[in-house]
């Protein structure tokens, strides 16, 4: 195909955004259906693969800085960037999947957490809080609101509950690139940092941990990234168009 020579204008990009990220949470929500006790991480790599195949777009995270997969997929204490492997997960785990596309030039990212089987009420109420942490994030995703906003309300919903936010770890602009300014951290001060504007696209991830904030990430792989303390974490993230109301472009 022949790259375009006029520059992309806002609507056409919010557009294929709209488009792309529909596309996305129908490949996650496809992902996320076969996960179940016995299989393994690479199992869902392989889904994955064969999803974006069929929907004729591009894996976002494959080739981006060396990165090796078209998903992240951590279990229990890993906290972003784990790469598909022969890992089994079983009964009472949780696992974090992360996907992202190219969908004809704009970039989509997204992430849930879900049990595995069953697990403990106190593993679903963690789930909860990090989702609901994300909704409360993006409900504040506003026209003239600002980051700080967005990572307030992150945080105060965690730690309400006695869970931390990572602090190594930050959601960012999306759209042209996977990673666009500005940083969105999980936490602030409300009405600090810039303000978000009308057709902002971004991407933003509630990041927690059970326990202790601190992480610790792999010299081996360069990637992975697990709780020092060995907690579980749990990552929730859409990408979405700040507009008069928030609106999520990754809808599940
Ligand atoms: N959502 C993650 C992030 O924004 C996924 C990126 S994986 C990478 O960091 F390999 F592309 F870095
Ligand atoms: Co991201």
Redesign the pocket.
Known sequence: MVQSATPLSDSERIERMRHGGRILADILREVLSIVKPGITTWTLEERARELITENIVKP??QG??G?PAVL?VGPNEIV??GIPDETVLNEGDIVSV?A?IIYEGVYL?M?RTVPVGDVPDETKKFLHTVESALSKACSFARTGNTVGDIGHAISSTAESEGYSVVRE?V??GVGLK??EDPMIPGYGRRGEGDVLYEGQTI?I?AIINQGRPEIIISKEDG?TSWTKDGKLSALF?NTVLVSKRCQILTPL
Do not use: Q
């Open positions: 976002a995270f981006y800085e990165y992240c972003v960037h992360d992202g990212d992430a770890m959601g960012h996977l990673h991407a991830e990637w993230e």
